[in-house]
């Protein structure tokens, strides 16, 4: 069986973790998760939400300045998650004329 595969999330969990001073607990109450999602999102079992990836590219930033790339890729991404979820982005139920459906 292969391992799950893990989100950008995940990753950037993984490498947060090798940061000295920082265990799941601690990063779970610095993104305001429960550490069993934030466990299970780095193990690929399950995504964070996307206020939380946001908190979790906000703390990468500022304590592990080493992942400072994939943390500005997170957080573009939950920000646009965040985005959908509030409806700012524009939606359209059909594609526009002369498209092929």
Do not use: Y
Request: hydrophobic share 50%; with cysteine.
């Amino acid at each position: 069986m292969t391992a799950p595969r893990l989100s950008s999330a995940g990753k950037l969990l993984c490498l947060v973790q090798q940061l000295p001073g920082l265990s799941m607990e601690e990063i779970a109450a610095a993104i305001s998760a429960p550490v069993e999602a934030v466990e299970a999102c780095a193990e690929g079992r399950a995504p964070l939400p996307a206020g939380a990836q946001l908190a979790l590219a906000e703390l990468v930033l500022t304590r592990g300045p080493a992942q400072a790339r994939a943390a500005h890729r997170l957080k573009g991404q939950a920000q646009a998650a965040l985005q959908f979820e509030r409806a700012d982005t524009a939606r359209h139920a059909a594609p526009p004329p002369g498209w092929p459906s």
